[in-house]
């Protein structure tokens, strides 16, 4: 398993340097100059190619990637262009915000979406399990900013039970999270529907039924175990996902975590926090797949197996090849 997340975690040097070079890439054909920004639209063209010369934004693509990913190597993220702050000390500022606000949401949808899918799979076709399928359908196609804007509509200006915007209470977060949760949760139903499907109608659910075992026992501690293990990489993704996704939701709800800094860079075409913003991102995202696959393989004893004779086979073939080279060399 340790050479296993090793070699997981060097791949990722890779994804990580082409995530790196697609922003640099995006950022240069994308309109706007930081410099005159920074210096307004009475600078002369003069000042304005001077700043740039100092930013280093003239120099060849190829010169300023390999100086950032040199910089980054060495813990440097950059310097805001508007702020003058290092990018790493404003970010880890807002990093709270967003992993609250991450967190939050996927537990509420998993507090939703494990019971819904439950509910539907032991009443399958009846208007209980069309019902929940209907729903499900509806609240995972509609964007999480309909959500957001619906909830502000309803709770917030017309029944005024809620904040519409800031977290400084614990209120502030119910519509926030409350938004990401719905398209969520209705994923996660219906993942765990088709998941409990399958597995109750196995011959091992049949047989403890005929032990005389309460259906509560056979669906809970024998059938949902199983139907669980499918269900955790979803639960893994839509957890990683929503760390990108939760920059509408921060914007909306006026949450000043990454999402609303990094927003915040690409109107200001602050390319320091526009690069380092998406490639933390990335690299979290990166690292709770790697997590969530680890879990994977630890929960379900036939990856752990099939690595296993992986590992075994490899060896075998290994040890003849050497054979072969000796009895060649003698």
Not at 70 to 79: E, L, Q, S, Y
Not at 173 to 202: H, K, T
């Amino acid at each position: 398993m340790a050479r296993y997340i090793g070699k997981r975690l060097l791949l990722l040097i890779p994804v990580l340097l082409g995530i790196a070079l697609v922003v640099m890439i995006i950022i240069d054909i994308t309109p706007g100059d930081p410099a005159r920004m920074m210096l307004g639209a009475q600078a002369t063209q003069e000042q304005v190619d001077a700043l740039r010369d100092q930013l280093g934004l003239n120099d060849p693509l190829p010169v300023r990637y390999v100086r950032y990913i040199w910089n980054v190597v060495r813990g440097d993220f950059g310097t805001s262009l508007m702020s003058k702050r290092p990018v790493i000390s404003e970010m880890m500022e807002r990093f709270p915000y967003t992993v609250k606000l991450v967190t939050l949401g996927t537990a509420f949808s998993i507090l939703i979406g494990i019971p819904l899918g439950i509910f539907a799979a032991t009443h399958q076709r009846t208007w209980k399990d069309n019902t929940v399928i209907f729903i499900s359908l509806i609240a995972a196609s509609m964007p999480s900013f309909w959500f957001a804007l619906l909830l502000i509509r309803f709770f917030g200006v017309k029944l005024r039970w809620l904040p519409i915007s800031g977290v400084e209470t614990w209120q502030g977060w119910v519509l926030p999270c409350a938004a990401m949760a719905l398209g969520l949760a209705a994923l996660i139903a219906r993942q765990v529907r088709s998941d409990m499907l399958e597995v109750i109608r196995q011959d091992y659910i049949t047989t403890a039924r005929a032990k005389g075992l309460s259906e509560g026992k056979v669906i809970y501690r024998h059938a949902l175990k199983n139907a669980m293990i499918p269900v955790i990489m979803v639960i893994g993704g839509i957890f990683g996902s929503s760390l990108g996704g939760s920059l509408i939701t921060e914007v909306i709800y006026s949450i000043p975590g990454l999402g609303q800094y990094i927003m915040t860079g690409l109107n200001n075409r602050d390319y320091p926090i526009i690069q380092s913003g998406i490639l933390i991102i990335s690299t979290m995202f990166a690292v709770i797949i790697l997590i969530v696959d680890v879990v994977f393989a630890l929960v379900d004893p036939r990856i752990r197996l099939q690595y296993a004779r992986k590992r075994k086979g490899k060896g075998e073939k290994q040890s003849e090849d050497k054979e072969s080279k000796e009895v060649a060399a003698s």
